[in-house]
């Protein structure tokens, strides 16, 4: 593998280099996107719970729903104006839930970046291969064993520019996919919530 990587040229280098880098933002996204690092089991369940009890919305209950994850971070947001009008209320709720969404899709654009550029970094290193090749083919001294030889080297880089952009697409499809439903569970949750509070009559700091 050394020896390929070698007499590719240096046009592989930044294709070895983005596959590390895919390779380092898959890994931190299946770590980050853990459901329950997002998504707290039964949070809006509990929420409505403890209000229907008669406690209502305390400082100390928004202080532990915030302590539930990205979800809990999102709905402690509506919580703290539960006494202000329900524009209000949503409006806190839809600011927090852009940052909670940004956090969720960070990386995700340069995963998709990796996967378009390196089929592109391979055909560059293969045209810059063929051009090499038959630059120092002369008609007397062509040795077609050898010129076979030559292409497929240069051929190395278009086939490693795949290796990497594919996986790297499948893993970005993935987590595109994974990050718009836990987007789309925190906005039903956030209703029910805008909801729940709004039909309470006890609720209290």
């Known amino acids: 593998m050394w ?7 240096w046009t592989i280098w930044p294709i070895v280099l983005s596959s590390v880098v895919a390779l380092a933002l898959v890994l931190e996204r299946f770590w980050f ?4 690092k997002v998504l707290s089991p ?18 100390e209950l928004v202080q532990r729903v915030a302590e539930e994850g ?14 202000a009008p329900r524009e ?4 806190s709720i839809e600011s927090s839930g852009r940052m909670v969404a940004h956090e969720l899709e960070r990386f995700l654009p340069t995963l998709a970046t990796i996967a378009s550029m390196a089929p592109l ?3 560059l290193g293969t045209v810059f291969g063929m051009i090499d090749i038959f630059g120092a083919q002369s008609g007397a001294s062509s040795n077609p064993q050898q010129l076979a030889h030559g292409i497929a080297l240069a051929l190395y880089n278009t086939a ?10 499948i893993f970005y499809r993935y987590f595109r996919s994974k990050v718009d439903g836990m987007i789309m569970e925190m906005e039903r949750q956030a209703l029910q919530l805008v909801e729940l509070v709004h039909h309470q009559s006890t609720l209290v700091e």
Request: charged fraction near 20%; aromatic fraction near 2%; avoid cysteine.
């Open 121 to 123: 970094l391979g055909l």
């Open 88 to 91: 209000v209320m949503k409006e």
């Open 70 to 83: 990205m979800l809990g971070h999102v709905l402690a947001s509506g919580l703290r104006y539960v006494r």
């Open 3 to 9: 020896a390929v990587i070698q007499s590719s040229g």
């Open 33 to 36: 996107l853990k459901k329950d």
């Open 160 to 169: 490693a520019g795949l290796i990497v952009a594919i996986p790297t697409l």
């Open 42 to 59: 039964d949070l809006i369940n509990r929420i409505r719970a403890e209000v229907e009890r008669g406690g209502g919305v305390t400082g």
